[in-house]
């Protein structure tokens, strides 16, 4: 007779069908300890290997941690204290890694300031944040300079010098971090309660959001993932090279490349700036052991031409976040290159949260299974509050260590995207009776053309089956009859004669008739984040002024 905790196990495992596939294999439980004591024993496991490259600098494991002390007995020195916080404005660079773990060492908070932002979105982050300090480029620095009047900012430190050289008050990096011969004092972190960064989201659904993150929340995902990916850490040679390109002021790059790359002891191959020419010729010269990126950067690398000659085989392990990379590119990718792209998911309020695994292989198109430790569900679009059955679309909501405390200083925000503990991502997903997730597109994205829903991502995935399309997107534009109609952004391969009307009949043959876009526009370009996700709400908007519809007015456009 069964034991009614056996069917206990039964009905949840009914619930949770990724269960299975990992079995006991793996563990749920996160990493402890704070930011400080996870650098600390990267350090006393591999003292003497290379930790960070750039150009010919090279930092070792060892030489790390004496700088963050350094930078974080500088940074206690002028004045900055437990729970401050410390804007990072900086591209992928040494000068980050120092001043993140400098920041995390003091007990102070890190503000994650996308370089590119400009003068209204700057005011705004150090205004909401207090940020008192920040590190930055040179080439940000009269950025910075120019909002610090209207914002809280006291200290500029400069990574650089720049062109008109620094104003007095401000200081160089290497001066700052060699201005006091103290030491940083003891600290002490709780990690589950103590910030270690507020995550801007970046506005994409009106007012950029602060995540509130904890020395936790960031570390809560990185060994389950590490352990899904990852079959055998032997296999992989000590101190292998990893490609850092994907920012670290994102929490793709934050948790997938930094904190990933040093849990494993490797050398992280600090890359400022996507530029396609830079990396092919890294992977060619380095063979390096992992590539993270997002779907525009695999877009680029499998465009590039003779990409085969480059050595991609030779890479261990692509991983890929931020935004799907479109289906028939993950099966050319690894037809080519004999690596499969392994795709997985998070956000700003807690990353990472699924990925593909060894376990299973590759599903192409799908984001995998949740990490051990984390539990999603698929739920009404409606109301938020009914489970949906397999294979439904609904809103993803998900509960873990990665999960954030909250948005900061909005208590109003926080109570409407955690409930229960609960976070809910504004994702459209579906999962499948195995318990892998696939997303079909962003709640607020979603077109609603004369009362029938159309996911974009259904559209933009035919799109990526014409030979001639390298790029293409899916909006919803005004139209006084339908609602809203399809329209679609595409970049076409260069010389190409491919015509609207081409497009379009193709679509008809793969689409019912009112997902089938109606117009087109070709581009040489679209507009891309700092993290080369691909903008659809900037499109969208511009659709919006054309009508006469005033910014966010009617449907809002989302995404993460």
């Known amino acids: ?161 720049p062109e008109g050289g620094l104003k007095e008050g401000d200081a160089s990096f290497d001066e700052f971090m060699h201005s006091t011969t103290g030491s940083a004092p003891e600290v002490e972190i709780d990690p589950k309660k103590d910030l270690s960064s507020i995550q801007y989201t970046g506005g994409t659904t009106g007012i950029s959001k602060g995540a509130m993150l904890t020395h936790a929340n960031l570390l809560g995902g990185v060994k389950q993932t590490m352990d899904l990916l990852i079959e055998d850490p032997a296999a992989f040679p000590e101190n292998g090279k990893v490609v850092a390109v994907a920012p670290f002021f994102h929490i793709f790059g934050m948790t997938m490349v930094l904190l990933f790359g040093l849990r494993m002891g490797w050398n992280l191959l600090t890359v400022p700036r996507f530029q396609p020419d830079v990396v092919m010729e890294m992977i060619r010269d380095e063979e390096p052991v992992m590539l993270p990126g997002v779907a525009t950067l695999f877009v680029a690398l499998h465009n590039y031409p003779e990409m085969e000659s480059y050595g991609l085989d030779k890479v261990m392990l692509y991983t890929s976040g931020g935004a799907s990379v479109p289906l028939g590119l993950l099966r050319s990718f690894e037809r080519r290159t004999g690596r499969a792209i392994w795709e997985g998911y998070g956000l700003s ?89 696939y997303i079909v597109d962003r709640k607020k994205e979603v077109i609603n053309t004369s009362g029938f829903k159309v996911y974009p991502r259904e559209v933009e995935e035919v799109l990526y089956e014409h030979p001639e399309v390298v790029e293409g997107v899916a909006v919803g534009v005004p139209d006084e009859y339908r609602g809203e109609t399809v329209k679609v952004f595409v970049v076409k391969k260069e010389g190409s004669p491919l015509a609207e009307e081409e497009l379009i009949s193709f679509c008809k043959d793969k689409l019912a008739p009112y997902k089938v876009p109606r117009l087109v526009e070709f581009r040489d370009e679209l507009p891309k984040s700092a993290v080369g996700k691909l903008l659809k709400r900037v499109l969208a908007e511009e659709e919006r002024k054309k009508a006469g519809l005033a910014p966010g007015e009617g449907k809002g456009v989302g995404g993460r």
């Open 1 to 161: 007779m069964r034991s009614k905790q056996a069917e206990v196990v039964n009905m949840l495992d009914a619930k949770k069908p990724w269960l299975s596939i990992y079995g006991d294999r793996l563990s749920g439980e996160p990493l402890g300890g704070s930011l400080t004591e996870f650098l600390e024993e990267a350090v006393e496991k591999y003292r003497n290997n290379t930790a960070l490259t750039q150009g010919e600098q090279e930092i070792s494991y060892g030489e790390l941690l004496d700088m963050t002390e350094s930078f974080a007995a500088a940074l206690q020195e002028a004045g900055v204290h437990k729970g401050d916080r410390v804007g990072l404005m900086l591209p992928n660079c040494p000068e980050y890694v120092v001043a993140f773990f400098g920041t995390m060492r003091l007990g102070a908070t890190a503000t994650q300031v996308n370089p590119i932002y400009v003068g209204r979105e700057l005011t705004h982050i150090f205004d909401n944040s207090g940020t008192e300090t920040v590190i930055v480029h040179s080439m940000m620095y009269e950025k910075a300079k120019a909002v610090q009047e209207d914002t809280p900012l006291k200290r500029i430190i400069c990574v650089g010098i």
């Open 349 to 437: 309020e807690g990353a990472p949260a699924t990925f593909n695994t060894y376990l299973r292989g590759s599903v192409g198109g799908s984001i995998g299974v949740p990490i051990p430790g984390t539990d999603v569900k698929i739920m009404d679009i409606e109301t938020g509050e009914e489970e949906m059955p397999a294979g439904e679309p609904g809103e993803l909501i998900l509960k873990g260590p990665q999960v954030m405390r909250g948005y900061w200083q909005m208590p109003e925000e926080t109570a409407n995207t955690l409930r229960e503990g609960w976070l809910y991502t504004g994702d459209i997903a579906r999962m499948d009776d195995d318990g892998y997730l």
